[in-house]
C-alpha cells in the first residue's frame, strides 16, 4: 500500500527471468504493433480483439465506426444424432470393392457412408457509433489505429479542428468486457450516438437511461438447405448489453426512438458489452437450457460495475501480459557489433543490432500492410517478429480455459454463412489452430481442445458402435459446437476420414512431454487415449502379407488416378492414417509405462499390433507416397502434404533417426512445390525446419509475405491481409498459428531426452538475435541467443521438475541437469558458466 491506496505490482515476466549477455535490453525501441493508415474498408482491414469468448473487429470509422462483435458459442442448430444403423452394410460393400482393386466403385459407394453437414457459426451483432458531421472534416495525416501487441489495445485517434479524438477498446478476460473509452482532447468536445444492432433476429431497447439491450436467437437449423419456420426449432438464445459512462464535468445522455443513447457535450465517454448465450454444453437442447443470457450479462455487468476504466484496464493487462510476456524474440540481419559487460557497442555506422531494416517501423505512420509489401525486397526481420507475436496474441484472445476452442475463423466472423461454415476442420485445421500453444509457451490456452475432445469422445463412441460396429471412439473431418462426431456431407476424398479424433489424442500426448504434468496425463490424457487407441484396433483389419490396413482409406482431399485412368480417392492405408496411428499407438505405450500400465490388456494388443502396420514407403521418384500403392498423382501441387504427417507434427521421421525418409520428405516437399494456402504454407515451414533445412524454411517464411487485396483474393495463393490475418484465401486463421509454431521450429527442437538448439537457424537472414521463453519437452524454458549466426548463449530452467537434457549443436552433444528453481547458462561450446535461483 502507498498512501492507504492499493497499489498493482506487476509480476516479473518468464522472459525476464534469464538475463543474457549479448543483448542491451532495449526492447522498447522496436514496439509490436500493427499499424494502419485510414480507418478499414474490408473487414480484414479491421483489428482483432478478443478475451478468449467475446472478440470484436474495431473498423476505426470517424464519422461512423462499428465494432462488429462475437461469442463463441452462438452457432445454429441443436444436439444431434451422429449414427446411421445403415453404415455397417455399406462399409462391407466398400471394403470389399477396396479388396477387389475397384478404386473408383469403393469412391462411388462411399457415398453411403457420409452424413449431415455441420452446423454454422454465427455472429453477435455490431456496436455502431455515429458522431456529428464536423467528423467528416478531419485531418487525414493525424489518422491513426494501431494494435499494440504488448497491451492487447486497440487505438484509434485523429484531429477536427483543434481538437484530438481518441478511442480506445480492449477485451478483458478477468472481467469478461469488451471495453471502449472515446474522449476528446477539450471539455465537453464529445457527442455521438449509439445502437447495437445484428443480423440475427433479434430485439433492442434502451434499458434505464444509460443502457442498451439486445435480445436474440440463432436458427435452430443450419441456414442451408432452408427450412421453413415451422420446421425450425428453437436455437440458442442471447443477450447482450451494452452500458454507458459518461464525464461527471457535463453532458448529457438522451434516448432516442427507445433503441438509441445520444450523448451531447461530455469530455470522455466509457461503454461496455457484455453478452451472454444460452448455450449450456454440447448435449443439452436450447429449448431445455436453464440458463437466462439476460440475467447472466446484468450480472456480469453489476459486478464490474464499481471498476473504474483504468481498474479494468489495469486487471485486463496483468492477465494478458502474464502469457503474452512469456517469450519475445529479437532478430536481425546485422552483426556488426561487439559485447563488452553484458551490453552493445556498435561500430561505426553499423546497423542496431535489432535494425528495424524498414525506415518507419518505428513510427507508427507507415502501416503494417505497407510494411508486408516490402518484404519481399528489404525482409525485414522485424516484421517476422511481429506475425510471430501476433499469432500468440491472436491465441490468446480467441482461445482461454471455459472458452471454447478455437474455430476456423478463431472467434471472429462477420458472416451468417461463413465460409466453410466457421467450423472446426480435424484434417490439418483445429490442430494447427493449437500448434503455438506449447513451444510458445501458452499451454493454458489449449485446454479448451482437451474439454472439446471429451465432448467428442462422448458422441464419438455412439458413432464408432453404429456406424463400424467397433469400440472405442471416433471423429471425422468436420465437426461443431455440438461435438458433431459422423462423417460430413458430400464427397468420400473430404468426408470420409476416422482419423480425427486419433490426431487431437496427438495433442494429449504433447501436453503431457512439455508439461511433465503426471495428473493431466493420467486424469484427462489417458482416457481419452485408451478410447481411441481400441477404436483404431477394431477399425484396422488384416490385409494381404498379414498387414494391419485402414479400409477405406482416403488421403484428405485428395484424389488419385485408379489403374483404370479415372480419378478416384477411395483406397486402403494411406500413408496419413498410417502415420497417425503409429504416433498414437507410441505415444499411449509411452504413456501405460510412465502411469505403471504396462501389463494392461490393451497395451498388449497394442504393442501386438505395431510390427504389422504398414511401413512408409518411398516411391519410384524418390518421394514419400501418399497412398499404400504408387498411384498415379494428378495434382502434384496439392495443398496437403498428409503423407508428412510423420515429419511434422508427428516424430516418425526424423534426421537422427530415418535419414531414408527424411531425403524422400525433401523430396516430397520439391515435388509439392510452395505454393498453396496460408495453412499449407507455414505446414511446409515446419517440415523444412524438422528437415533442418534452413533456406527452404525460410523461403516458405517468406512466401507467406505475399499483401492480398480483399476485393481480388481469389487471385492469391496464400498470404496475409493488411491486418495480418492469413490467407486461404479467404480469411483462415489456422496459418497465423502455424507461423508462430513454425518459426519457433526453426529455434528449438526437442524430444524428452533431447534439445536441438538452432537447428533451422537461416543465419544469412537472421544473423543475430535472441528468444528467450520458449518451451521444450521435459518442461524446459529455453532462452538463446545468437551472433553472426553462431550460437553465443543458451539459457535453460525448469519451475517444477528436474530435467536431464542432452544439448546438440554444431555437431556438439553434452549432458546437461536442470534442476527444478536453478536457471543455468551455457556458452557456445555448451559449457555452463554460470548458475543462479529462479
Avoid at 377 to 389: H, I, K, R, S
Avoid at 566 to 583: F, P
Wanted: glycine letters at 8%; one cysteine or more; a negative charge.
Amino acid at each position: 500500500m502507498e498512501d492507504g491506496d492499493w497499489v498493482l505490482v506487476r509480476r516479473v515476466a518468464e522472459k525476464d527471468l534469464w538475463n543474457p549477455t549479448v543483448v542491451d535490453g532495449d526492447e522498447s525501441s522496436k514496439p509490436l504493433k500493427v499499424t494502419f493508415g485510414g480507418p478499414a474498408k474490408h473487414w480484414t482491414d479491421a483489428i482483432p480483439i478478443g478475451n478468449g469468448r467475446l472478440g470484436a473487429m474495431v473498423w476505426g470509422g470517424v464519422a461512423s465506426e462499428s465494432l462488429n462483435l462475437n461469442e463463441d458459442t452462438l452457432w445454429t442448430g441443436i444436439p444431434g444424432n451422429y449414427t446411421d444403423p445403415k453404415a455397417p452394410e455399406a462399409l462391407s460393400v466398400v471394403r470389399k470393392l477396396v479388396d477387389s482393386g475397384k478404386y473408383v466403385e469403393a469412391t462411388e459407394e462411399s457415398v453411403k457412408l457420409t452424413g449431415n453437414s455441420s452446423d454454422v457459426y454465427q455472429l453477435l451483432g455490431d456496436i455502431k457509433l455515429e458522431f456529428d458531421d464536423s467528423h467528416l472534416k478531419y485531418a487525414e495525416k493525424t489518422y491513426r489505429r494501431v494494435l499494440d501487441l504488448d497491451t492487447a489495445t486497440v487505438k484509434v485517434s485523429y484531429s477536427v479542428g483543434d481538437v484530438e479524438f481518441t478511442r480506445e477498446h480492449f477485451a478483458s478476460n478477468p472481467d469478461q468486457v469488451i471495453v471502449t473509452k472515446i474522449s476528446g482532447s477539450k471539455p465537453g468536445s464529445l457527442s455521438f450516438t449509439v445502437t447495437l444492432d445484428s443480423k440475427l433476429h433479434h430485439h433492442s431497447q434502451v434499458n434505464g437511461i444509460n443502457q442498451i439491450l439486445m435480445q436474440g436467437s440463432c436458427p435452430g437449423h443450419r441456414i442451408r438447405p432452408k427450412f421453413t419456420e415451422n420446421d425450425n426449432p428453437m436455437g440458442i438464445q442471447f443477450s447482450t448489453v451494452l452500458d454507458l459512462q459518461i464525464s461527471d464535468s457535463g453532458g448529457t445522455i438522451h434516448v432516442l426512438d427507445d433503441k438509441k443513447l445520444k450523448v451531447e457535450g461530455c469530455d470522455w465517454a466509457v461503454l461496455l458489452l457484455v453478452a451472454s448465450t444460452s448455450f449450456d454444453g454440447p448435449f443439452t437442447k436450447p429449448s431445455n437450457s436453464k440458463k437466462d443470457p439476460t440475467s447472466e450479462s446484468l450480472s456480469t455487468l453489476k459486478s464490474i460495475k464499481k471498476l473504474s476504466y483504468s481498474d479494468l484496464y489495469a486487471r485486463h493487462l496483468d492477465d494478458y501480459q502474464n502469457l503474452f510476456h512469456r517469450v519475445s524474440l529479437q532478430l536481425s540481419k546485422s552483426s556488426k557489433c561487439m559485447y563488452r559487460d553484458g551490453h552493445v557497442e556498435r561500430e561505426h555506422n553499423a546497423s542496431p543490432l535489432f535494425d528495424t531494416h524498414l525506415k518507419g517501423s518505428e513510427d507508427d505512420t507507415v502501416s503494417t500492410a505497407e510494411r508486408v509489401k516490402s518484404f519481399k525486397t528489404d525482409e525485414d526481420p522485424a516484421l517476422v517478429e511481429l506475425l510471430f507475436q501476433f499469432g500468440r496474441y491472436l491465441l490468446i484472445s480467441c482461445s482461454r480455459p471455459g472458452t471454447q476452442a478455437a474455430n476456423l475463423q478463431g472467434i471472429w466472423n462477420k458472416d451468417i454463412e461463413p465460409p466453410w461454415d466457421g467450423a472446426p476442420h480435424l484434417n490439418i485445421n483445429l490442430q494447427m489452430n493449437y500448434w503455438p500453444s506449447l513451444p510458445c509457451n501458452l499451454q493454458e490456452c489449449q485446454e479448451p481442445l482437451f474439454d472439446y475432445t471429451s465432448s467428442l469422445s462422448v458422441n464419438g463412441t455412439k458413432t464408432a458402435k453404429v456406424n463400424y460396429e467397433a469400440s472405442g471412439w471416433v471423429v471425422h473431418q468436420v465437426t461443431d459446437i455440438w461435438a458433431k462426431t459422423s462423417p460430413d456431407r458430400g464427397q468420400a476424398v473430404w468426408a470420409l476420414w476416422p482419423m480425427g479424433g486419433a490426431w487431437l489424442c496427438t495433442h494429449l500426448w504433447e501436453h503431457y512431454t512439455y508439461t511433465m504434468d503426471k495428473d493431466f496425463l493420467k486424469n484427462k490424457a489417458y482416457p481419452l487415449l485408451e478410447g481411441c487407441a481400441s477404436f483404431l484396433l477394431d477399425w484396422l483389419i488384416e490385409g494381404p502379407g498379414g498387414y494391419l490396413e485402414t479400409n477405406p482409406s482416403t488421403s484428405p482431399e485428395h484424389t488419385f488416378t485408379a489403374p483404370d485412368g479415372k480419378s478416384a480417392s477411395v483406397s486402403y492405408s494411406s500413408t496419413m492414417d498410417m502415420s497417425i496411428i503409429k504416433e498414437v499407438f507410441s505415444e499411449i505405450v509411452s504413456a501405460a509405462e510412465v502411469l505403471g500400465k504396462n501389463e494392461d490388456a490393451l497395451i498388449e494388443r497394442v504393442r501386438k499390433a505395431q510390427p504389422r502396420l504398414l511401413p512408409t514407403k518411398i516411391a519410384r521418384d524418390g518421394s514419400i507416397m501418399e497412398w499404400a500403392l504408387n498411384f498415379e498423382d494428378p495434382d502434384v501441387h496439392h495443398r496437403h502434404i498428409s503423407q508428412l504427417f510423420g515429419l511434422y507434427p508427428g516424430h516418425t521421421i526424423s534426421v537422427e533417426k530415418t535419414l531414408d525418409l527424411c531425403k524422400a520428405a525433401d523430396n516430397t516437399l520439391h515435388k509439392r512445390g510452395e505454393d498453396g494456402p496460408g495453412w499449407s504454407t507455414t505446414w511446409k515451414t515446419a517440415c523444412w525446419a524438422r528437415l533442418h533445412n534452413s533456406e527452404h524454411a525460410y523461403r516458405m517464411v517468406k512466401h507467406l509475405f505475399d499483401l492480398v487485396d480483399p476485393v481480388h483474393e481469389g487471385n492469391f495463393e496464400g498470404g496475409l491481409y493488411s491486418n495480418l490475418f492469413t490467407a486461404h484465401p479467404p480469411f483462415q486463421i489456422d496459418a497465423n498459428f502455424g507461423f508462430s509454431a513454425a518459426v519457433a521450429e526453426m529455434l528449438v527442437q526437442s524430444t524428452i531426452k533431447d534439445l536441438y538448439l538452432l537447428p533451422a537457424l537461416p543465419r544469412d537472414k537472421w544473423a543475430s538475435g535472441c528468444v528467450k521463453g520458449l518451451k521444450a519437452r521435459g518442461g524446459v524454458s529455453v532462452n538463446i541467443c545468437w551472433k553472426e549466426g553462431e550460437l553465443h548463449e543458451v539459457g535453460l530452467w525448469s519451475k517444477e521438475q528436474n530435467s536431464h537434457k542432452r544439448l546438440h549443436y554444431g555437431g556438439t552433444t553434452v549432458m546437461a541437469n536442470i534442476y527444478n528453481g536453478k536457471v543455468y547458462t551455457f556458452n557456445n561450446k555448451l559449457k555452463c558458466i554460470r548458475t543462479c535461483s529462479v
